[in-house]
């Protein structure tokens, strides 16, 4: 049995003790809910951990290995904002959105080659990725909060402290976001002997990277929750086309060296 | 709000034209013209300018305004715009259809996306210019990071024309110095580079079933603990397996063979509960062909050629007299003087038997400015990610 067969077992139970934590922080019971919620984190983290020892390299390199990072980092951000700004709907968003991957996983696995291609055995490969998946996360709960914060009442309550948990949101993600691009460009400096190609995930990267910028220069003089929130959600759509969308698009089809 | 925008927004319709106008005329932009010296000398007036510009800011009403709030945030607006064209627009060079004629499908080359690019720049330049003037502890980091992207961006711009990358095929044992660059013209290296030996590290065999023109997403993987497995509902099992293996013409077995051209062959059992076949399969090589046993249905099993791990040329390269001795493989480039040297193909039809590497040659001078940058780009990263509500704190506080 390898690995990628057992992943149902860890899945469903590290989703048993996020939906337990989700509940436990709805009966305002906080330490209840970071203890179930970090567990379930944890044995989510182990399964990677199995994983990487299994296939002999990182879980890095197909987007079923992606979406387990991904999964993993938003239930981390889902509990670490909770225990920090005691917002009790995060945890039941990032669980929400954490199940969600896990069954595109279990219907979609994409996890069938144990190969990596000369290009991608290098000290960048690992920081690089796991850099961008934690940014998607932070984007994913930014997202997440600005569509809370948009639907709840009207745009003109939301509150400085709404705003700045915004911000945050989106300033560390955006580093991290600096981050993997850097990494990606020195990277790519060794491997292929120029840091920029635009190549069309390159190409995407820069929109998204263009976009988030844009919302925090935005922002200092900006209180317009409708410009705000939806620059935010556009920002977001433009990070899924990066991520997965260039897969699809007729302009990148057989014009990127990043599918894989 | 789009009062509040209108001067920028004529501001960017005017570059818009300005850069339709020098695409109709000039065609394409020329990297080239900013070739060593013309890339430094642009460089250098272009700094100058934006410190004179910076300095008079006070005195003249037009370059005030463009520290206004707005002009950045559009010049971030229209970057984004012509990137999110850039991503959709498929980069075939095509000159048909408006997108042709402005140049957008080959958005590296058109007037208005470098303008645009420029503007950004240019926005970015001054901002960081004042920060330094007015320099402000608190937003330290802030102010490093606009310099960086500025200069990655000014080495990026202005050193595109000095960019080289040329590519050499080298035949084992013989040296050369002819290297061709993208567009097919021939020229000479500063050294003399000779393949001693290339050598390649492959991944285990992958055993599939190949049927209706399609090979399965499910494999068995061969290899020293592994030789069981199942695809679909074929049990398969591997009997013998010959790392480096040959067949004599007439013969129906694989021996092992340590000789150019051996192959990679395994004695396969499969069974799908009822019906049971085996015999030899192996990928084949320049020398053996390759061999499949046939199952029901038209289907058969296969080993497709072994995807390569690691591939390696050991090269001798001689500038001014003097030999020294390299490995070139992927992500570990070689550095000779101002170039660096990259593993890039090989002859596949012969496998880890190729007796030729092909190498790309690539000479960027600009490059230590981008890298520097990138590094402290990243640190600073680093330090608003530790640091970032503090300083955030702070800066409110002021």
């Given at each position: 049995m390898n690995s990628w067969d057992t992943f149902i077992y860890y899945a469903a139970i590290s989703v048993i003790c996020w939906v337990a934590g989700t509940i436990a922080a709805f009966r305002q019971k906080r330490k209840t809910a970071i203890v179930l919620s970090v567990g379930g984190s944890l044995l989510f983290l182990s399964f990677i951990a199995v994983m990487w020892s299994t296939l002999?390299?990182?879980?890095?390199?197909?987007m079923g290995e992606t979406r387990l990072w991904y999964t993993f980092f938003l239930s981390v951000i889902g509990i670490a904002l909770y225990a920090r700004?005691?917002?009790?709907?995060m945890p039941a968003f990032s669980t929400l959105m954490a199940t969600v991957f896990i069954c595109v996983n279990i219907l979609k696995?994409?996890?069938?080659?144990?190969t990596l291609m000369p290009a991608l055995q290098s000290p960048w490969f690992v920081p690089h990725v796991i850099v961008y998946m934690f940014s998607y996360a932070m984007m994913g709960a930014a997202t997440i909060f600005a569509i809370y914060l948009w639907m709840?009442?009207?745009?003109?309550?939301?509150?400085d402290k709404e705003y700045a948990v915004c911000d945050s949101l989106v300033r560390v993600g955006w580093v991290f976001l600096t981050l993997g691009m850097t990494m990606g460009a020195l990277w790519a400096k060794e491997a292929?002997?120029?840091?920029?190609?635009?190549d069309p995930k390159e190409t995407w990267a820069f929109a998204t990277w263009l976009s988030y910028l844009l919302y925090l220069h935005l922002r200092p003089a900006n209180r317009d929750a409708n410009t705000l929130f939806a620059l935010l959600v556009f920002s977001f759509i433009l990070l899924q086309m990066c991520w997965w969308g260039i897969n699809f698009l007729p302009s990148a089809k057989g014009a990127s060296i990043h599918v894989y | 709000m789009l009062q509040q925008y209108k001067q920028t927004i004529i501001r960017c319709i005017c570059l818009l034209l300005a850069g339709a106008a020098l695409q109709f005329l000039a065609g394409p932009a020329d990297a080239t013209l900013l070739a060593y010296p013309w890339g430094v000398i642009a460089a250098v007036n272009y700094l100058y300018l934006l410190i004179i510009l910076s300095s008079n800011r006070e005195k003249w009403q037009w370059v005030q305004s463009l520290y206004n709030r707005r002009e950045y945030i559009s010049s971030i607006a229209a970057m984004l715009l012509l990137t999110l064209l850039f991503g959709t627009i498929r980069q075939d060079g095509a000159p048909d259809g408006l997108f042709g004629l402005l140049g957008f499908t080959q958005m590296k080359t058109s007037w208005i996306f470098i303008l645009f690019l420029f503007n950004l720049m240019t926005m970015l330049g001054l901002r960081a210019i004042e920060e330094v003037r007015l320099f402000r502890k608190s937003r330290l980091p802030i102010t490093i990071v606009h310099l960086s992207f500025f200069l990655i961006l000014v080495a990026a711009v202005f050193g595109s024309g000095d960019k080289m990358r040329v590519t050499v095929t080298a035949v084992q044992g013989e040296p050369t110095d002819r290297a061709v660059t993208k567009d097919g013209k021939v020229l000479h290296l500063p050294f003399t580079l000779r393949l001693k030996e290339f050598s390649m590290d492959e991944y285990p065999p992958h055993i599939y079933i190949y049927s209706g023109g399609t090979l399965t997403k499910d494999y068995v993987a061969i290899d020293a603990e592994t030789r069981k497995g199942s695809i679909g509902a074929w049990q398969i099992e591997c009997i013998e397996y010959i790392d480096s293996a040959g067949r004599m013409p007439g013969d129906s077995l694989y021996r092992p063979m340590k000789h150019v051209g051996a192959t990679t062959a395994a004695y396969i059992k499969a069974t799908d509960g009822t019906r049971a076949v085996e015999g030899w399969v192996s990928c084949g090589s320049h020398v053996f062909p390759a061999s499949t046993i046939a199952l029901p249905d038209s289907a058969m099993l296969v080993m497709p050629q072994r995807e390569a791990k690691r591939y390696l040329s050991r090269v001798e390269i001689e500038t001014d007299g003097e030999k020294s001795d390299y490995e070139i493989s992927v992500n570990h480039p070689a550095t000779v003087g101002s170039w660096k040297i990259y593993q890039s193909a090989y002859d596949r039809t012969r496998g880890?038997?190729?007796t030729i590497t092909v190498l790309e040659c690539v000479k960027d001078g600009w490059y230590p400015i981008v890298e520097t940058a990138m590094w402290i780009a990243m640190a600073v990263g680093v330090v608003i990610f530790i640091f970032g509500s503090r300083l955030k704190r702070k800066e409110d506080e002021k």
């Open positions: 002999g390299r990182p879980p890095l390199r197909t700004y005691r917002y009790s709907w696995p994409e996890i069938h080659s144990t709840r009442k009207t745009p003109a309550e939301v509150s292929w002997g120029d840091y920029w190609t635009w | 880890k038997w190729s």
